[in-house]
Structures are given as C-alpha cells and as structure tokens.
C-alpha cells in the first residue's frame, strides 16, 4: 500500500507537467523557457525513475514498516486529529529538509558530484518527472532524510500514526516535483509563505549548478551564504566592493 500510494501520487502529480511542457500551457511562466524538454526525454526519465522506485526506493519502504512499528507506529484507529498530524508533518517538513541541504550540499563537492549526483543534474532545466532522476545511491541517501525523520519522531515520542506518515510522503512528493516543475506563478506559494524554496529557488539550482541546496525552505541557504538569486549576488558584489574600500 505504502509503495503503491507513492507511485500513484508521483507520476499523477508529475503527469500534468507533462502536459503542460507538451502542449505549451502556461509558456509565459516557464522559468527557462528555451528548454522544454522533449516527450522523448519525458519517457526516458520516466523508464530510468520507475527502475529507481522498484531497485532503491521499494526496499527502503518495505523496510521503514517494521522499524516504525518496531519504535510505536500506530496503524489502528483512532486516527490522530488534524492539529496532531500538522504539526508532525511541520516538524519531518523542517528535519528532511535540514538533512536534505548538508546532504546535497555535500554532493557538489567535486568527487561526489562526478561519482553520484552529476546524474540528476542531466537536466539543466528540471520538469516534474525529473525530481527522483538521480543515482541509486543518491536516491538512499536524500531519501533517507523523508524516511528517517517520522521514524526519529515516532522512536523518541512513541506517538506516530500511519495516516500522518502517508499524508507526509504524498506532500513531500508534491514539493519536490513542484520544485523540479520548472514553472514560476503569480499564485506560487513562496509568494505568500518568504521561507518556502519553490521552483524558482530550485530552478536556478539546476541552471547554474551551485547555490539553493536546501528542498523545502529557504533559511538554511541564507544563513550560510549559500543563496544564488539575483538579491543575494547583489548583496555579495556590495561586500566585495564594500571590502576593497576598507581594505
């Protein structure tokens, strides 16, 4: 069930970005607008995303069960309440994404850029399917950090139901493909929440191949100097300049 909900929830919310790169919707918002990718580079990311899911990904969710279980999962009624299940998902939405941006900051290092993550950075114009294109080792390894952080909660609260543990999968799908979607709205939600990352955050990641590292927010890239938007490399020439003077 946990698999299926993944698959299903993956290529369903990927297949409307399909549509849109494939017959032009919404052209006026595509950030890197030269590069629409092809059906053909669709299909082929598709091939190499689904052999992930059933060599890396599946194991590691037929494995998370009994460690969940193991630490307090619940899987029986009563379902926990709406504020229980927010909050918790809050909490994995701030733990993955600190583990996410050390993770891949780490990959950009030259050895394990060439050896692991130079895979998913094919695409220098991400689309939606693209989210989970990455070597298997990578896949374990960020993957690690959306598994880990309910089974951390659920082994040091013991309070963790199965249901959250779904809806929190589903939303951390629907962030990474939104953020490879390659497309920048009015109604965007980083427009109305500063600190969420977005596709705009993610997009000038894959563009420029450096910079933007976290998945979800935006702090940790501007805490540690790691931001490449036009403000932040604004702010940074004004140092330089600001440098030299005092110098």
């Known amino acids: 069930m946990s698999f299926l909900i993944h698959e299903v929830f993956y290529f369903g919310r990927s297949l409307p970005w399909i549509f849109i790169d494939s017959l032009g919707f919404f052209k006026r918002y595509k950030i890197q607008s030269s590069k629409v990718p092809s059906l053909r580079e669709q299909w082929d990311c598709a091939k190499f995303v689904l052999l ?9 969710i037929w494995l998370f069960h009994p460690m969940a279980q193991f630490c307090g999962l619940s899987t029986s009624i009563p379902f926990p ?11 994995f939405f701030v733990m993955e994404d600190t583990w996410h941006y050390f993770c891949h900051r780490a990959l950009h290092w030259g050895p394990l850029y060439k050896a692991i993550h130079k895979v998913h950075h094919k695409y220098s114009a991400p689309f939606g399917l ?16 959306t598994v880990s952080s309910p089974i951390l909660w659920c082994a040091f609260t013991g309070n963790l139901h199965i249901l959250t543990m779904y809806i929190w999968i589903i939303l951390r799908l629907f962030q990474a493909i939104d953020a490879h979607s390659g497309y920048e709205f009015p109604w965007s939600l980083h427009h109305f929440l500063p600190f969420w990352a977005g596709a705009d955050h993610h997009d000038l990641h894959h563009e420029k ?6 998945s979800s927010f935006r702090w940790w890239d501007y805490l540690l100097d790691t ?10 020439r004004g140092e330089k300049v600001m440098a030299k003077k005092t110098q």
């Open 130 to 145: 693209a989210a989970e294109y990455a070597s298997p080792v990578e896949v374990m390894i960020l993957g690690f950090g």
């Open 81 to 91: 309440s709406p504020w229980t299940m927010i909050y918790q998902i809050a909490i």
């Open 209 to 214: 191949f450096i910079g933007n590292y976290s």
């Open 227 to 236: 931001e490449y938007t036009p403000d932040a490399l604004k702010r940074r």
């Open 52 to 60: 992930s899911h059933f060599t890396v990904e599946l194991p590691q």
